[in-house]
């Protein structure tokens, strides 16, 4: 059964890797100290709109920001496009986000934080949200969805699979948020007709 599995299936308008209802992911703050917001050579992609919301709360949030940041804003705004086109958040010393705040140890996104208390009312870019799966824009509407591996996730990993934890049962308010309550009905319909055909 393993040979004949999809690589796709079609949910919706959406294309969805087989690897979001197979493999298990769970975060492990603990473990990994938020090491995805100053990890990387770029900084996490973002919509027009989502660029109109961050500049509304930056206000808000500019105490929490480093000084390094608040000059990385000063100068070039909360987004730039990268070398590949993307709009994309702007960044401190080529890898850190200038939305990163450091607590206890830990890296946290200084716009969920304002968010999760009430101060302001856009939490983070979906795509830092919905991670780690990554959407691609395949055109006339469509967009695929893909499972991405980062060694810095590795103990998200390890504890997905110790909590049987499927990629896209962790990431169901995002993916909600994204696509919808209806469409995420539609995926765990699919994730549901998978298993019964002992393909996941």
Same mark, same amino acid.
């Given at each position: 059964?393993?040979?004949?599995?999809?690589?796709?299936?079609?949910?919706?308008?959406?294309?969805?890797?087989?690897?979001?209802?197979?493999?298990?992911?769970?975060?492990?703050?603990?473990?990994?100290?938020?090491?995805?917001?100053?990890?990387?050579?770029?900084? =996490?992609?973002?919509? $027009?709109? %989502? *660029? /109109?919301?961050?500049?509304?709360? !930056?206000?808000?949030?500019?105490?929490?920001?480093?000084?390094?940041?608040?000059?990385?804003?000063?100068?070039?705004?909360?987004?730039?496009?990268?070398?590949?086109?993307?709009?994309?958040?702007?960044?401190?010393?080529?890898?850190?986000?200038?939305?990163?705040?450091?607590?206890?140890?830990?890296?946290?996104?200084?716009?969920?934080?304002?968010?999760?208390?009430?101060?302001?009312?856009?939490?983070?870019?979906?795509?830092? =949200?919905?991670?780690? $799966?990554? %959407? *691609? /824009?395949?055109?006339?509407?469509? !967009?695929?969805?893909?499972?991405?591996?980062?060694?810095?996730?590795?103990?998200?990993?390890?504890?997905?699979?110790?909590?049987?934890?499927?990629?896209?049962?962790?990431?169901?308010?995002?993916?909600?948020?994204?696509?919808?309550?209806?469409?995420?009905?539609?995926?765990?319909?699919?994730?549901?007709?998978?298993?019964?055909?002992?393909?996941?």
């Amino acid at each position: 059964m393993e040979d004949r599995l999809p690589s796709i299936i079609e949910v919706g308008d959406v294309l969805v890797s087989i690897d979001i209802f197979r493999e298990k992911f769970c975060c492990d703050l603990d473990a990994c100290h938020g090491e995805c917001c100053v990890e990387g050579d770029a900084g =996490a992609p973002v919509t $027009i709109d %989502e *660029v /109109a919301a961050i500049e509304d709360a !930056v206000e808000t949030v500019w105490p929490g920001l480093t000084a390094s940041a608040q000059a990385v804003i000063d100068r070039q705004g909360v987004a730039y496009t990268d070398e590949e086109g993307d709009l994309v958040t702007s960044i401190v010393g080529g890898k850190d986000c200038v939305f990163t705040c450091h607590e206890g140890g830990c890296c946290f996104c200084a716009l969920e934080k304002a968010y999760r208390e009430g101060s302001i009312k856009f939490c983070k870019p979906i795509s830092c =949200a919905l991670y780690p $799966i990554r %959407e *691609v /824009a395949l055109g006339n509407g469509t !967009v695929g969805l893909n499972y991405h591996q980062w060694d810095v996730c590795r103990a998200a990993m390890a504890k997905g699979r110790e909590t049987g934890m499927p990629v896209y049962r962790f990431l169901k308010e995002p993916l909600i948020r994204r696509f919808g309550a209806g469409w995420y009905s539609m995926l765990e319909e699919a994730a549901d007709e998978l298993k019964r055909m002992g393909m996941i």
